[in-house]
């Protein structure tokens, strides 16, 4: 009889075991965006850029001082960090954004994505859709503390280029500004 019980107390323990509703791990895993995918987008251009091996005619400017070059990057996903970089697909800010969805006619669409709390970095995130395809991207970043502050105006054009314009203002030092002016070529 003891010797009964104790299959019967095992058999228990597997059946209630697998009768927990646990989720599987390919669910687990999946990470639900909320907000446009940015950093899904990125990829899939770097991709294209990388493939139809594009170059850069790429102009930075800081204050006064101006350069401009020719590049072709080895790694598009590290060319695009910036904008990639700027996801606001986190779980913890699922509630710190409003959208603002506008029709603007011609078929163009802008999702407007503004922080509803001044301490996020990227403060709004704007995606202009033309039938359903991104026609371009604005984001702007802040960053302000007491000793610091930093703005960022980051713009993109899908397969056209982008620029980033830095400004920033640390106590005690003169102010920056950083440019940068970024034009794909592509090859015939």
Known sequence: MQYLSKYLFCFCLIIYLFSCDVPAAKESKRLQTNFFDIKAFFEKEAAYLKAQDVQILKTIQHNQTKETQTITPKDWNKELSMFAGSDINKPSWKDKYLLDSTNRGNGLTL?????????????????????????????????????????????????????????????????DDYSIEAKYIYHE
């Open 111 to 175: 999702l407007h994505y503004k922080a509803i709390d001044d301490k996020l970095s990227i403060q709004v995130l704007d995606v202009e859709l033309k039938e359903n395809k991104v026609h371009s991207i604005l984001i702007v970043k802040k960053i302000s503390n007491q000793v610091y502050e930093s703005q960022q105006h980051l713009t993109y054009i899908p397969r056209k280029g982008y620029s980033i314009k830095k400004s920033q203002d640390v106590t005690l030092f003169d102010k």
